[in-house]
């Protein structure tokens, strides 16, 4: 029997269900939401082939790991303190900030917090570790972005983000 499409099915999401539907342990599951954020999900992406259906396949992988660490939890020890890859989260929130804190460059503390969010976003960290964490690195990130924000020229700030102006052609002028 032909499958029948619903308007925001396709092939990439199809492809993507059937696999989130393999993953049948935890470590398995944060290991593909992880490299598939890192892959799709950011500035450092390597891929924009799913660029329309990134955000949709990402919250059905953070579904199946949410499912899979409720699952593989002992205790409320293990699920409120432990990270989906077996990591620490209170070792894992002091190396990231202290990083974070002996950060002076922008550009550096930019990359700490996206690669953080990258690796750490929940279902991989526990929300009450998350949640702070993220704040009080996008604070120390924002610190660092606004010092002397306003003196810096249009054309400076393009070429730090190393943005490529795109100029439509007046068709009449031709």
């Known amino acids: 029997m032909a499958k029948i499409h619903k308007i925001h099915d ?3 999401r199809d492809e993507y269900v059937a696999k ?3 993953l049948d342990d935890l470590a398995s599951g944060a290991k593909f939401l992880t490299e ?3 892959a ?3 500035p450092f992406r390597t891929s924009y082939a799913l660029d329309l259906d990134c955000n949709w396949i990402e919250t059905q992988i953070e579904d199946r790991v949410a499912v899979l660490r ?3 939890a002992k205790t409320n020890d293990c699920l409120f303190n432990k990270c989906a890859n077996g990591e620490d989260a209170a070792v894992v929130v002091k190396k990231v900030v202290d990083a974070m804190n002996a950060c002076t460059d922008k550009w550096e503390a930019e990359k700490i917090h ?3 969010r990258l690796e750490y976003k929940t279902p991989i960290m526990p929300t009450n570790y998350f949640m702070d964490t993220d704040r009080i690195l996008g604070t120390k990130l924002m610190e660092l ?3 002397g924000y306003y003196d810096t020229s249009l054309e400076d700030l393009r070429k730090q983000r190393g943005v490529k102006v795109i ?3 007046d068709a009449n002028a031709l």
Do not use: Q, Y
């Open 10 to 12: 396709n092939d990439a």
């Open 40 to 42: 799709n999900m950011s």
């Open 70 to 72: 409720s699952r593989a």
């Open 20 to 22: 989130i539907a393999k």
């Open 167 to 169: 100029k439509l052609v």
């Open 145 to 147: 972005r606004n010092t």
């Open 36 to 38: 598939f954020r890192k």
């Open 114 to 116: 996206i690669n953080f």
